[in-house]
């Protein structure tokens, strides 16, 4: 939305203008360099700490700051960085707040890129094959526009691929599927505990899943179909009666 703008505010912003044009080019680029390290810093740290978040020990980071447009004036005060939009590690923003009273604000833009051990497959994978070892490896790649990686290469064993893989991708949490460790007809073993009482009945998996998925399963001695969740090959936990 466009605002008039009022002939004193023009004067004001001209005036800054011509002190800013008349201000020794050591002092404008002293400030813009305060700055551009100041936003360096906070988005280097921002994205080691959601790297961490993610599992990533052994990030690498580049910040590329862009310096603001407009030079700053001096600041007697501290300059002040603040996150604007950190989302995208292609495209962070920040503000820089000068403490004077009357202090400037600069909105200033990064960009970075992050590069980290990633488990990619070492074989080409076929849909439904479960992943060993031998399908995995670890190597750096680019992470900067992915959030769905496996840091962790134990995570991937015993999954499956949703579609084929080729040898040299990074594997997706997307991509892949938790084995299944109950099969629809199955013989399953219903674990109930309690207060460290544990009962056993033998069912009937009416459903497929993973580890942690919900599926429906039948009480062989009382007919009954009940909610449980998968904790092991043949193994459900009951939650709640399913309707029949």
């Not at 466009?2 to 050591?26: E, F, G, Q």
């Amino acid at each position: 939305m466009h605002r008039k703008t009022h002939p004193n505010s023009m004067r004001h912003a001209l005036a800054v203008v011509v002190a800013l044009s008349c201000l020794p080019a050591a002092a404008q680029a002293d400030g813009t360099a305060q700055i551009v390290g100041q936003v360096e810093a906070a988005a280097r740290l921002q994205l080691e700490q959601q790297a961490e978040r993610m599992g990533l020990t052994d990030a690498r980071i580049s910040v590329t700051v862009q310096p603001p447009y407009k030079p700053p004036p001096p600041c007697a005060g501290r300059i002040e960085v603040a996150a604007l939009d950190v989302k995208s590690p292609s495209h962070l923003r920040y503000a820089a707040r000068c403490s004077d009273d009357g202090g400037w604000t600069r909105k200033v833009q990064a960009r970075a890129r992050i590069v980290a051990d990633v488990v990619v497959a070492a074989t080409d994978i076929a849909p439904g094959h479960p992943i060993g070892d031998a399908d995995i490896d670890v190597n750096a790649r680019d992470v900067t526009a992915v959030a769905d990686f496996f840091a962790d290469p134990s995570e991937v064993i015993g999954m499956t691929g949703r579609r084929p893989l080729r040898a040299g991708d990074l594997l997706r949490k997307r991509q892949l599927a938790a084995a299944l460790l109950v099969k629809r007809g199955d013989a399953v073993r219903i674990v109930a505990r309690n207060e460290g009482i544990e009962v056993q009945v033998a069912g009937e998996a009416l459903d497929a899943g993973g580890i942690g998925d919900m599926v429906r399963v039948r009480n062989l001695s009382s007919g009954n179909v009940l909610r449980a969740r998968v904790t092991g090959a043949g193994d459900v936990e009951p939650v709640t009666r399913a309707a029949q």
